[in-house]
Each structure stands twice: as structure tokens, then as C-alpha cells.
């Protein structure tokens, strides 16, 4: 009984598996954030989003794009940076429990993910459109641009790298090689960026009306596809975590 | 790690653990597919599904099906195929409907000012239901693409039909005929839009009487099934597991 009760102390005093505080967290930080963007652009965009010319559009917009560089290029190299320097160089001979874990927390990252993805690909890309249908661009810089390719696409990219490197750092499972499915999940939303060179260039040689569905936009359909390679990630995940539970479940 | 342990401690542990993880994997999948056929649907077909004066008998009723059938059909070969989930195709709608929805109120309607009744999104759910209830009865890859791709084009028009009807209805405007929602089209201008790229019935399709929406129905399943199929092999890729090597 006293080992038992030992270990019931021991069991009581370590991490728990899911640390539901760093996803409650995590998660507040996508939404207020994004809440915080969306009320920018209702606020900012007609009163000073409408000419790329006025001084006021300068302050408002140049600016917001300016430090989101900034803070963009911090935050990869940082966390990316932080989460590649304290790998662990023992990966193979954790415990399981301590595996356990980490699929967890790797969960938490994959959330963010989730998050992530549906702010860049889904709301900030179709608020895109009706903004364009509805306002003459006169820059490759519009208000909703510098949300959506420049603010949105980057915090998704900067996730799901973490997302990556985690498991590849931290995950017995991830170190056969390199995941395919998983590397098509986060680089192919990421290629969506560089396409936005296309999609510009596109735009200023042509100055054409605002269908959405011209081909000049099917790269970022493309590279949308590759989203799917999460179904992969979910796989492999299942596999692995069937292995460490070794219980009947059913 | 060693081969005989577990991880967890207690069956009762184990069921919580891998409850947890089941919510933590839905959540994932239903975002990420979410963000995934969003950005697609927008890019092929969206201008037909942003505007109702888009929304006519023969452009919408032929693309829409034809674009859309392909994120269902990929998910449902990774959640059918491997897990027995019969909903594939009905999660990946109501994810796709959810972005739509969302983004029709706040930024349609909240950020440029126009009115839901002009920039709702079509329904896509009748034909998901179809497509997972034939793949779930059937179990065969072959039969759903061809009994449901053909539903999934052919359902389209009539599960759209109760909502569009009200706004196909002909009125008369400074001397000329026209729909509501072409009226609404006129009213709500889209400055980036102009109406010479508006690509809806031209008419020529009328030459075989009045039947262009059942006509582009039944174009939009054929094509419906080839796609499935398609997607369907697209989807077993993608949920495959497998790893490269580094040199």
C-alpha cells in the first residue's frame, strides 16, 4: 500500500497529460487577436483604406504592414528558434507516458492550427472578396490584403511550422524520416504565400475586374488542397496513440 | 520506449484518454478541411454563391455541384474507408457552410453593407446527406460515385429551390423584365464587379424549350461522378502515412 500510495503522490505531483490551461490560453489568443483585427478594419478601412495615396492610408495601413513584418519575422525565428534549440536528443528512449504527453501537447499545437488555417483560408480570404467586389484597388496593398496575405497567411504558416517541428523534434513516431502528408499540410498553405507574387502580379498587368474565379486565382486553390494532407497527419496520430494506449477500447 | 508498457495507468484512463483525443482530432479536421474547401469553393465557384443574381438556371446550377463534390468525396475516403464514419461528406458541408455563413454576416453584410438576402450562400447539405447515406448503405466506392455524384448534381437545383424561388419571380423595372434578384443586383452595386462580367443564362439552352435548370443538373452529375471518383483517390493519398527518407 505505500508504494501504491507513493506513486498516487508521484501521479499527483507530475504534468498533466493535457494542459488544458496552455489550450484555453492558446485559443483565447487567435480569437481576441483576430476579434481585435476585425474591428480595425470595420474602423479603418472606409476611413482610411479607401485611397492608397492619401497620407492618412500611410499612417493606418503602410504602418499596421510594417510592423506586422516586424513582428512576423520575430516570432518565427523565435519560436521556431526556441522550439528547434531545446529538442530533445533523446527522443527515443522517453517513456511512454511522457509520449503520451507530448502527443497532447502536440494536439494543442494542432488546434492552433485549426485556428489558424480557418482565419487565413476561410475568413480573411473571402472577407478579401467582398472587399475587392465592392472597393476599386489601387494598390497591391489593400486593407484587406495586408490582413489576409500579410497578417493572416503568415500567423498560419509560423503555427503550422511550429506544428512540425514539434513533432519532429519531441515524437518518436516523427523520426523515420520526414512526413509526407504532414509536410504537404504545412507547406502547401504555405506555397498559398509566395502565390500571392502571382496573384499581384496578375492583378497590376492586367488591372482586371474582380471575378473570383479567374484562373489567375487557382494557385491558391491548389495549394488549398493541400490542407487535406492533415487527414494524413490525423492518421498517423491514431496509429500511434492506439500503440501507446494498448487497450481495448470497443 | 519499452514495448510492454502503456501509457496510461487504468482502462477507465485509457477510454478518457482517447476520448479527449477524439474531440482534439475533430476539432482539428473540422477546421482545417473547413479552411482547405472554403478557399476552393470561394476560388471556383464563389461568384455564383455570393450573389443571388449569379444564381441562375443553368451557370450555378453546372458549377457549384461540380467544384463542391470534391472536398466530400476525398474526406469520405479517409473517414469511411478507415474508420467506418458514415458523415464524411455531411461534416465537410456543414464546415464549408459554417465559413460561408460567418463570412456572410460579418463581412458581407458587417464590413461592406450587403443585405443577407443578397449574399447567402447555397445549399449544399441534401446531396452530402445522399452521398454519405449511399456510401454507408452500399459500401462501395463505384456505386456512390455513380448513384451518388448523379444526386449530388441532380439535388442541387431543388434543395436550393425553396430559398431562390422568391427571388426568380419576374418584375418589371424602369420598362425592362428581370428577376428580384437581378433587381437586387442593380440596387447593391458592386464597383469592382461590373455587370458585363456577370456570367449567368444567356438563353441558348432554351432552344430545346424551357428546361435549362433540369438540363444543367443532369451535366453537372455526369461530370459530378467522374469528379468523385477523382477525389476519391485524392483523398486515400492524402490520408496516407507514409514517410521519405532524408538522404
Not at chain 1, 1 to 25: F, G, H, Q
Not at chain 1, 29 to 53: K, Q, T
Not at chain 1, 194 to 199: I, K
Not at chain 2, 92 to 106: A, D, K, S, V
Amino acid at each position: 500500500m505505500a508504494a501504491t500510495t507513493e506513486s498516487v503522490r508521484a501521479d499527483a505531483a507530475e504534468a498533466p497529460l493535457l494542459n488544458k490551461k496552455n489550450m484555453i490560453l492558446g485559443s483565447l489568443l487567435y480569437v481576441v487577436f483576430y476579434a481585435w483585427v476585425r474591428w480595425y478594419e470595420g474602423i479603418y478601412g472606409w476611413s482610411a483604406g479607401l485611397d492608397s495615396f492619401a497620407p492618412e492610408f500611410e499612417t493606418y495601413w503602410m504602418n499596421f504592414l510594417y510592423i506586422e513584418f516586424v513582428l512576423e519575422v520575430s516570432t518565427a525565428g523565435i519560436l521556431w528558434g526556441y522550439i528547434w534549440k531545446t529538442r530533445d536528443r533523446k527522443v527515443m528512449s522517453i517513456t511512454p507516458r511522457e509520449e503520451l504527453r507530448r502527443h497532447f501537447t502536440h494536439w494543442t499545437w494542432l488546434v492552433m492550427y485549426a485556428f489558424a488555417i480557418y482565419y487565413g483560408a476561410s475568413y480573411f480570404t473571402e472577407q478579401d472578396g467582398t472587399w475587392h467586389q465592392t472597393i476599386v484597388r489601387d494598390t497591391d496593398f489593400t486593407p484587406s490584403h495586408i490582413i489576409e496575405f500579410y497578417l493572416s497567411y503568415p500567423i498560419y504558416i509560423i503555427t503550422g511550422g511550429a506544428c512540425f517541428l514539434y513533432a519532429k523534434t519531441r515524437l518518436p513516431t516523427y523520426q523515420q524520416g520526414l512526413h509526407l502528408q504532414y509536410m504537404v499540410a504545412v507547406v502547401g498553405p504555405f506555397m498559398i504565400l509566395p502565390n500571392v507574387g502571382l496573384n499581384e502580379w496578375g492583378h497590376t498587368f492586367w488591372f482586371m475586374e474582380e471575378l473570383f474565379v479567374a484562373p489567375l486565382h487557382y494557385g491558391f486553390v491548389f495549394f488549398g488542397w493541400a490542407a487535406l494532407g492533415v487527414m494524413g497527419v490525423v492518421n498517423t496520430e491514431v496509429i500511434a496513440i492506439a500503440k501507446l494506449l494498448k487497450k481495448d477500447l470497443a | 520506449m519499452s514495448a510492454s508498457q502503456s501509457a496510461v495507468r487504468s482502462r477507465a484512463e485509457a477510454v478518457k484518454v482517447s476520448r479527449t483525443f477524439d474531440w482534439l482530432i475533430l476539432f482539428t479536421l473540422f477546421f482545417v478541411v473547413l479552411g482547405g474547401y472554403h478557399i476552393h469553393y470561394m476560388l471556383t465557384g464563389g461568384d455564383w454563391d455570393f450573389w443571388t443574381d449569379w444564381k441562375d438556371r443553368r451557370l450555378w446550377v453546372t458549377v457549384a455541384p461540380i467544384v463542391s463534390i470534391t472536398f466530400p468525396a476525398a474526406v469520405q475516403a479517409v473517414l469511411w474507408w478507415r474508420y467506418r464514419l458514415p458523415f464524411g461528406a455531411v461534416v465537410c458541408i456543414l464546415g464549408l457552410l459554417l465559413g460561408e455563413w460567418i463570412n456572410r454576416y460579418m463581412n458581407f453584410w458587417g464590413w461592406t453593407y450587403f443585405p443577407v438576402n443578397f449574399c447567402f450562400p447555397s445549399n449544399l447539405m441534401p446531396g452530402a446527406i445522399v452521398l454519405d447515406v449511399v456510401l454507408m448503405m452500399t459500401n462501395s466506392m463505384t456505386i456512390t460515385a455513380v448513384i451518388g455524384g448523379m444526386a449530388w448534381g441532380l439535388l442541387f437545383y431543388p434543395g436550393n429551390w425553396p430559398v431562390m424561388a422568391p427571388l426568380h419571380v419576374p418584375v418589371e423595372y424602369n420598362g425592362m423584365m428581370m428577376t428580384l434578384a437581378d433587381l437586387q443586383g442593380y440596387h447593391y452595386v458592386r464597383t469592382g464587379t461590373p455587370e458585363y462580367i456577370r456570367m449567368v443564362e444567356k438563353g441558348t439552352l432554351r432552344t430545346f424549350g424551357k428546361d435549362v435548370a433540369p438540363v444543367s443538373a443532369f451535366f453537372s452529375a455526369f461530370v459530378s461522378i467522374l469528379i468523385y471518383f477523382l477525389w476519391h483517390f485524392f483523398g486515400k493519398w492524402f490520408g496516407g502515412t507514409s514517410f521519405t527518407q532524408s538522404s
